[in-house]
């Protein structure tokens, strides 16, 4: 059974941090790529960032460019968002979510439809 776990969400004032984990189960976690989504109430889920298999590659959405970190440790089957210099905008549901392909360069990183496992969403409030 795939469990993908996300923790460490919570309350936050702006220009702070907080940093999102996500716990992986049931899956080759080392051979998966990797992505974080968000969605704020009454939004579609958007995409964050992503990181291959090895961790040598990342993408970021340019909303979150330069603030936000994504890294993984494969030895525990974990995947992190380190997320700094966060606005009232950043609140949301933070996703993680897993797709079985390598990565490349293409628009469908981007996409829901292309992961094919998904975590519950952990919470993230950041206030003004």
């Known amino acids: 059974q795939v469990q993908l776990v996300e923790s460490g969400g919570g309350l936050v004032q702006a220009g702070g941090s907080l940093r999102l984990s996500c716990a992986a189960s049931g899956i080759s976690f080392s051979v998966y790529l990797m992505a974080w989504f968000r969605q704020a109430p009454g939004k579609e889920r958007e995409f964050v960032g992503l990181?291959?298999?090895?961790?040598?590659?990342?993408e970021y959405s340019d909303s979150v460019k330069g603030r936000f970190t994504i890294s993984r440790d494969n030895a525990k089957n974990a995947l992190y968002l380190q997320m700094n210099s966060l606005k009232p905008e950043d609140t949301a549901v933070y996703y993680c979510a897993a797709a079985l392909r390598r990565y490349r360069s293409s628009s469908s990183n981007s996409r829901t439809e292309t992961y094919d496992y998904w975590g519950q969403g952990t919470q993230v409030t950041v206030s003004s």
């Open positions: 990181i291959n298999y090895s961790g040598s590659t990342t």
